[in-house]
């Protein structure tokens, strides 16, 4: 599932690939990325901070590309933006949430955390639309135990 290659090695190999003439056959560079790559969606793979891939994912994949649907605004990506509001209202229910329960998908949960800052600091301050107010000190309390990314997402709010 890991053919382990130290991260030097690594570099040198992309960078000889790299200054190889344009690539003609696209399969021998699909090939190779998919040799070297750590292999998820093996049985034998027990892996960190990563889920295994579902097969279907390639053709959902390939069709989210495809179409390069935006969703920041509602027009952008109409589709993607409906359903990702079924998905989340659902999953909260499921939850035992009630219906007016919602929320957001993200690429994972680094951003997931920021975003649920970006959220709790919105809903408590005026920051979105005025900025900080003089005084004002927002903090992020948590314990020793609080994952890495949440100081970083601090830190790019600008807590310091």
């Not at 003439?21 to 990563?50: A, C, I, N, W």
């Not at 889920?51 to 509602?74: D, F, K």
């Not at 229910?93 to 957001?104: D, I, K, R, W």
């Not at 920051?127 to 609080?146: C, F, H, I, M, N």
Request: charged content about 20%; hydrophobic content about 40%; glycine content about 10%.
């Amino acid at each position: 599932a890991i053919s382990w290659q130290h991260p030097e090695e690594q570099l040198k190999y992309w960078q000889h690939d790299f200054s190889k003439p344009t690539l003609e056959e696209p399969m021998e560079l699909f090939t190779d990325v998919m040799e070297k790559s750590v292999q998820v969606h093996r049985r034998k793979y027990l892996g960190h901070q990563t889920t295994p891939t579902l097969p279907v994912t390639v053709l959902s994949g390939a069709l989210i590309s495809l179409l390069n649907q935006g969703m920041g605004v509602y027009e952008m990506g109409m589709v993607g933006n409906t359903l990702e509001k079924i998905l989340t209202e659902d999953l909260a229910q499921t939850l035992g949430y009630s219906v007016e329960a919602s929320g957001f998908v993200t690429s994972g949960g680094s951003l997931g955390n920021l975003t649920a800052l970006l959220a709790a600091r919105a809903a408590v301050t005026k920051v979105w639309r005025k900025g900080y107010e003089e005084g004002l000190k927002p903090a992020v309390l948590v314990s020793d135990e609080a994952h890495y990314c949440i100081d970083r997402a601090a830190r790019i709010m600008g807590f310091g």
